[in-house]
């Protein structure tokens, strides 16, 4: 299983960004999908969470700026921020904790995108 991020780049502060991760090879369901972030020097922190029927959880910084969503018909997981601030710079990583394959329920991680927000 492969997740892919995309979506990253260089913006202001006070702009969004939507930030994508695609899901590919081969499983049968994934479970919970989510987006993690590790900003310069700070340990990889959870941003939001979100299961297949489409119950949320969302760190305290990421509620009322951020919204995750899914498509479980593309197997992909979306993170809209609005309103970023320099301290959202980071590298933004995609994850499942659970997808179902024929090895078993395995956790997946994408390899990251960056987001820099600049003041």
């Known amino acids: 299983v492969q997740l892919q991020a995309s979506g990253g780049g260089l913006v202001q502060a006070g702009e969004s960004v939507r930030l994508s991760c695609a899901a590919s090879?081969?499983?049968?369901?994934?479970?919970?999908m989510g987006w993690y972030r590790r900003a310069p020097g700070k340990q990889r922190e959870l941003v939001a969470t979100?299961?297949?029927?489409?119950?949320?959880n969302y760190s305290e910084t990421a509620k009322g700026r951020f919204t995750i969503s899914r498509d479980n018909a593309k197997n992909t997981v979306y993170l809209q921020m609005n309103n970023l601030k320099p301290e959202d710079t980071a590298v933004y990583y995609c994850n499942t904790p659970s997808a179902s394959t024929i090895w078993g329920e395995i956790a997946y991680w994408g390899r990251g995108t960056l987001v820099t927000v600049s003041s």
């Open positions: 090879g081969s499983f049968f369901s994934i479970d919970v």
């Open positions: 979100i299961s297949p029927g489409g119950s949320t």
